[in-house]
């Protein structure tokens, strides 16, 4: 029964732009990340060093939204 820390991860890409944030926080501005022609069509997430092992991450609502 312990209590999970939940925190919501956003990317956005905005032009060239790549941003990141924690909850509301920006932890980090790309200016020139990725080609703003460039389109997607994966996603994957990796989870390497991981010292603990019974540390457990759950990935959820993953939403994927075009302003």
């Excluded at 790549?18 to 926080?25: A, G």
Aim: overall charge positive; glycine content about 2%; aromatic content about 8%.
């Amino acid at each position: 029964n312990k209590k999970n820390n939940r925190i919501t991860v956003t990317i956005k890409k905005i032009d060239e732009k790549l941003q990141m944030f924690i909850d509301k926080t920006k932890i980090a501005e790309y200016e020139k990340a990725i080609p703003s022609a460039l389109l997607f069509n994966a996603l994957s997430f990796d989870c390497s060093g991981n010292s603990a092992e019974n540390d457990k991450f759950f990935i959820s609502n993953i939403k994927i939204i075009k302003d």
